[in-house]
Nanobody, 115 residues
Framework: QVQLAESGGGLVQAGGSLRLSCAAS????????MGWYRQTPGKQRELVAS???????EYADSVKGRFTISRDNAKNTVYLQMNSLKAEDTAVYYC?????????WGKGTLVTVSS
């Protein structure tokens, strides 16, 4: 059974940094594009950043220059380095990964930025 597990969330002051990790397990197939999304109560889940297996990246305008997505294909792991955090970055962060024709999601990790 494929599982994605996020870690690294927590409470941080505005201007601080956090690094999120997401490890995929339970598959022998290569993982395609992986991404980080976030969601706040009453709002739709939104893309934060994505990265292809080859390393091409895409970012939401709101995080460009502050967040960096990376991955380790050997470890089936994707990372999100978040710097210069703002109160509006507070959300539950989810990772996903595409394996064959299916997309799998983690259960999320809460990031709270205090102002």
């Amino acid at each position: 059974q494929v599982q994605l597990a996020e870690s690294g969330g927590g409470l941080v002051q505005a201007g601080g940094s956090l690094r999120l990790s997401c490890a995929a397990s339970g598959t022998s197939f290569s993982i395609g594009t992986m991404g980080w999304y976030r969601q706040t109560p009453g709002k739709q889940r939104e893309l934060v950043a994505s990265i292809t297996r080859g390393g091409s990246t895409e970012y939401a305008d709101s995080v460009k220059g502050r967040f960096t997505i990376s991955r380790d294909n050997a470890k089936n792991t994707v990372y999100l380095q978040m710097n210069s955090l703002k109160a509006e970055d507070t959300a539950v962060y989810y990772c996903n990964g595409r394996i064959t024709v299916l997309t799998y999601w983690g259960k999320g990790t809460l990031v709270t930025v205090s102002s």
